[in-house]
């Protein structure tokens, strides 16, 4: 199959295919109102400060956002502009490569070290996605692609530092909860050497017409986690109080959203957000994703801790691999995965 990119290129295209033409209602691009909201922003050096009374102010700021949004911008992070600015570069660089460079990752089993595709499932997606992936397995074991040349070093340096930035978060977010700092981070494993993070890498191509074709469908993300970057190029929308609101990201920072995992440890306290990419006319969208998961053998189920009150078991403990299974198996819409996992309460 031909990668966007590559179609978009070869052709010369002023339509789009049909096999792209996005015609789901429910998640057309024009069915909700789309409106600019202010999100939460979360000050990352006062969650990592000395000062007690900065840092608590902080953590009760970043726990109204995952309970109202589910999403917030992470500024003052630490992590220098110049590795953000080659992070993009090289990534940009793997999609300019020729086709015959990226075929050698073009995998078909979801837990291939690096896999590169179109669309988001291929084999059973009805309507193709306007979208191009690089998708990596950097931790535990660290894996990239033999080009670009300097993409590997790149990208090691840059996945710690999410690492880095997650480990903080989630303390911050257990402290939220009332739990202990290192509550989430224990009980998942996330700083062991075995957790799990997940780069994807995403590739909107010029759309000729934006309208009808879709970047990424609504959907929430696997895993605790997600931290994102992109090129400069907005696209990414998020569903808050019934309306969708396009991100519109400050310079040099973050954008975090929380997952499903995150969703069914807090027994439904802190929802994942669901969010979609859209696409324009003009120029290539770049996004970065890291996910933050446990290691792939952790089931995942509600903290006893937050079933609390009256409050019972909202979802079923699954393991994380199987949950990234069910994920793949299907056609991305909305919380379909984890619907699956709710019990009635």
Not at 151 to 168: M, N, P
Not at 275 to 301: M, Y
């Amino acid at each position: 199959m031909y990668s966007v990119k590559e179609l978009v290129e070869s052709v010369g295209l002023t339509s789009v295919p049909s096999s792209y033409i996005f015609r789901d209602t429910k998640s057309d691009v024009h069915c909700m109102h789309v409106q600019s909201e202010t999100v939460p922003i979360i000050d990352f050096s006062l969650l990592t400060s000395h000062d007690p009374d900065r840092r608590s102010e902080t953590i009760t700021r970043l726990g109204n956002a995952c309970l109202e949004w589910g999403f917030f911008m992470v500024i003052n992070h630490g992590v220098p502009e110049m590795l953000r600015d080659e992070m993009v570069r090289e990534t940009e660089s793997f999609f300019d490569l020729r086709e015959e460079d990226k075929r050698q990752y073009a995998g078909k089993k979801l837990f291939d070290p690096i896999r590169c595709g179109t669309s988001f499932n291929s084999n059973v997606d009805k309507t193709l996605l306007w979208r191009d992936y690089l998708k990596i397995h950097v931790h535990p074991h660290f894996n990239a692609p033999d080009k670009p040349s300097g993409f590997s070093k790149v990208l090691r340096e840059y996945c710690q530092k999410t690492r880095d930035i997650a480990g903080e978060l989630l303390k911050g977010i257990s402290e939220s909860l009332g739990l202990e700092s290192g509550y989430i981070n224990e009980k998942m494993r996330v700083g062991s050497s075995e957790s799990h993070q997940l780069l994807v890498a995403n590739m909107y191509p010029p759309c000729p017409q934006p309208e009808l074709a879709m970047g990424l469908p609504p959907h929430s993300d696997h895993g605790l986690l997600t931290i994102l970057m992109q090129n400069g190029i907005d696209g990414l929308q998020v569903m808050h109080e019934g309306n969708w609101v396009s991100i519109n990201p400050l310079p040099n920072s973050f954008l975090v959203n929380t997952g499903d995992h995150m969703e069914i440890l807090t027994n439904g306290k802190y929802k994942s957000v669901v969010h979609r990419a859209v696409v324009n006319s003009k120029a290539p969208r770049v996004s970065i994703g890291t996910a933050h998961g446990p290691p792939l053998d952790t089931v995942v189920s509600p903290a006893p801790e937050l079933m609390t009150d009256g409050v019972g078991q909202a979802y079923l403990g699954i393991k994380y691999k199987n949950y990234l299974e069910l994920q793949q198996s299907k056609t991305l819409s909305g919380k379909s995965c984890l619907d699956h996992l709710r019990l009635s309460i």
